[in-house]
């Protein structure tokens, strides 16, 4: 979020973050409008930091101009394919990281208990059936992982990436046998970083995306 670095609103922010979550748990569809009146009235906001929160997001390309206002941006089977495997490499990189700095005594233990709680939602949301808490508890696992790296640069590039993969995320994630396969991964993970085994993280995160890249060939 560096555009709210520069000046915008508290209001903005927090509105950027209610639109934010609705990408990630898959609410917004490639193509749907994001009327700025609209989203002033449902959150109860006037309609400047709606602006400024949708200028944000039409710089990072996560919304598009259209006739009346903004819609969620779209990419075609290639490009998102592209973007999956930007963002293996992405997490293969920031995972090793994670674990590096795991390895070294550097990461708080709150921390693994926010990993390992993120985990456990994601797998009760999964076998409860509820896709959109799977999704929003799912991109919060990897998120942890990428934000703990040390590597600004990274997790910016990371949140932008996810956003947009987001709708294939959430579809994935309503065939169950991925998802539970996609649990036990989680796990993987996190017994991989807790080890401090940097080549095992590595490797297991970037495997892990490319299951993911798999079932979105399968489904599309």
Same mark, same amino acid.
């Given at each position: 979020?560096?555009?709210?670095?520069?000046?915008?609103?508290?209001?903005?922010?927090?509105?950027?973050?209610?639109?934010?979550? @609705?990408?990630?748990?898959?609410?917004?569809?490639? #193509?749907?409008?994001?009327?700025?009146?609209?989203?002033?009235?449902?959150? #109860?906001?006037?309609?400047?930091?709606?602006?400024?929160?949708?200028?944000?997001?039409?710089?990072?390309?996560?919304?598009?101009?259209?006739?009346? #206002?903004?819609?969620?941006?779209?990419?075609?089977?290639?490009?998102?394919?592209?973007?999956?495997?930007?963002?293996?490499?992405?997490?293969?990189?920031?995972?090793?990281?994670?674990?590096?700095?795991?390895?070294?005594?550097?990461?708080?233990?709150?921390?693994?208990?926010?990993?390992?709680?993120?985990?456990?939602?994601?797998?009760?949301?999964?076998?409860?059936?509820?896709?959109? =808490?799977?999704?929003?508890?799912?991109?919060?696992?990897?998120?942890?992982?990428?934000?703990?790296?040390?590597?600004?640069?990274?997790?910016?590039?990371? @949140?932008?990436?996810?956003?947009?993969?987001?709708?294939?995320?959430?579809?994935?994630?309503?065939?169950?046998?991925?998802?539970?396969?996609?649990?036990?991964?989680?796990?993987?993970?996190?017994?991989?970083?807790? =080890?401090? =085994?940097?080549?095992?993280?590595?490797?297991?995160?970037?495997?892990?995306?490319?299951?993911?890249?798999?079932?979105? =060939?399968?489904?599309?």
């Amino acid at each position: 979020m560096d555009m709210f670095e520069r000046g915008e609103s508290k209001s903005a922010r927090s509105v950027y973050e209610v639109l934010w979550s @609705r990408f990630l748990d898959g609410t917004y569809k490639s #193509g749907d409008r994001l009327p700025e009146a609209a989203i002033a009235e449902e959150l #109860g906001v006037s309609r400047t930091p709606v602006r400024e929160a949708l200028g944000s997001m039409l710089a990072e390309g996560l919304v598009t101009p259209a006739a009346r #206002g903004v819609v969620v941006s779209g990419l075609d089977h290639e490009a998102m394919r592209r973007l999956f495997e930007f963002r293996g490499n992405l997490e293969g990189f920031a995972t090793g990281l994670t674990a590096a700095r795991s390895r070294d005594g550097l990461i708080a233990p709150v921390w693994f208990n926010h990993l390992k709680e993120s985990a456990s939602e994601f797998t009760t949301a999964i076998e409860s059936g509820h896709s959109a =808490d799977a999704a929003k508890s799912n991109m919060r696992f990897h998120e942890l992982i990428v934000e703990e790296s040390g590597n600004e640069f990274a997790t910016s590039a990371h @949140r932008r990436a996810i956003a947009r993969l987001s709708v294939s995320t959430a579809i994935n994630l309503e065939h169950r046998d991925w998802a539970r396969e996609a649990a036990r991964q989680h796990d993987l993970l996190t017994e991989a970083i807790g =080890d401090g =085994d940097v080549e095992a993280a590595r490797t297991l995160a970037e495997a892990h995306i490319a299951d993911a890249t798999r079932v979105f =060939d399968e489904i599309d």
